[in-house]
């Protein structure tokens, strides 16, 4: 059974090796018996993946700082403020999870826990990219409706519905598949395949409602505005197809039996971490182009998206 590193130690081990064996899993399967080494051995340096966490983690303090008070503006601000938070723990849970190995203090069944955040977190944000693509679809294919007779509360109530959906699939996976495991594999391989179902989901969601979108400003029969709201939205859909969507694929193959090599988890890893931490920066660089304060380009920015 082959160790990963923190930058992609994600899902579970893998049950088939290079060599096309299987290898039967066992409880240490789920629960690795020594931590995983922290080395250069890795694609990607530690250091590095750390590094970028922890700029990542302050820019979406920064991000939930400027939206305290603009939470109830629009139906954007709320799913903007969840992907932060959800964004920021990812980000936390990476950090803590360094810090822990790093100090000598962790135990297998720290690991249980850091996999279910960060799966959590990770589907959280992925829902709420979703959301956000979706609602700048319906405003701009229906903008009457959207803007005179959509609920006033849907935007909270979408919000807190995806967290739970989240926080559901991810516990009772984890649970069917760890706590249960010697008396539920077939339940659990069952959980695995409705989570990943809900993966896909939420990918072709992005997907469609966002090329819909771009279909609509480009080739529209009217003339469309393309505000900062879109380039914003834009600029995140770009960045998670790139750095974000990776990660996803390969949990939801790691259900498969399918070997994965440390190397493309190590990859996953640093870029699911750059996918969390580029908020502030795509605020900035969108503000900035009026605006050449680093504070007044966010602001203006976040003002935009919230006010649209």
């Given amino acids: 059974m082959e160790e990963r590193g923190l930058g992609g130690d994600f899902a579970t081990m893998d049950p088939v090796t290079p060599d096309g064996s ?3 899993p066992t409880m240490d399967t789920y629960i690795p018996a020594d931590p995983p080494p922290v080395s250069s051995e890795f694609l990607i340096p530690d250091w590095l993946n750390f590094t970028i966490a922890l700029i990542g983690l302050a820019g979406n303090i920064v991000v939930l700082w400027f939206l305290r008070d603009r939470t109830q503006r629009n139906s954007i601000s709320v799913y903007v403020i969840n ?3 959800a964004d920021f723990l990812f980000l936390c849970t990476f950090i ?3 810090v822990v190995v790093f100090t000598g203090q962790v135990n297998p069944v720290h690991y249980v826990y850091f996999h279910v955040m960060r799966l959590f977190s990770y589907i959280t944000g992925v829902s709420m990219i979703s959301a956000i693509s979706s609602e700048c679809c319906l405003s701009v294919l229906f903008p009457n409706w959207y803007h005179s007779h959509r609920p006033r509360h849907t935007s909270s109530v979408t919000s807190s519905v995806l967290w739970v959906v989240a926080f559901l699939l991810v516990i009772l996976t984890y649970t069917l598949c760890i706590t249960l495991f010697y008396t ?3 339940i659990c391989r069952i959980m695995h395949f409705i989570t990943a179902a809900w993966l896909i989901f939420l990918f072709v969601v992005l997907s469609g409602s966002s090329l819909v979108l771009l279909i609509r400003i480009l080739c529209g029969s009217g003339r469309l505005l393309i505000t900062r709201l879109h380039v914003t939205l834009g600029l995140r859909v770009l960045v998670f197809f790139l750095c974000g969507l990776l990660l996803g694929i390969l949990w939801i193959k790691s259900g498969t039996n399918s070997y994965i090599s440390n190397s493309l988890w190590s990859i996953a890893g640093f870029l699911s971490i750059i996918n969390s ?5 795509i605020y900035f660089s969108v503000g900035s182009f009026r605006h050449k304060s680093l504070w007044l380009s966010v602001h203006k920015a976040l003002e935009d998206v919230t006010e649209e």
């Fill in 277 to 281: 931490s580029v908020n502030l920066i």
């Fill in 83 to 85: 992907l932060a938070v």
């Fill in 184 to 186: 539920a594999d077939d």
């Fill in 96 to 98: 803590i999870l360094y």
């Fill in 22 to 24: 299987v290898e039967y």
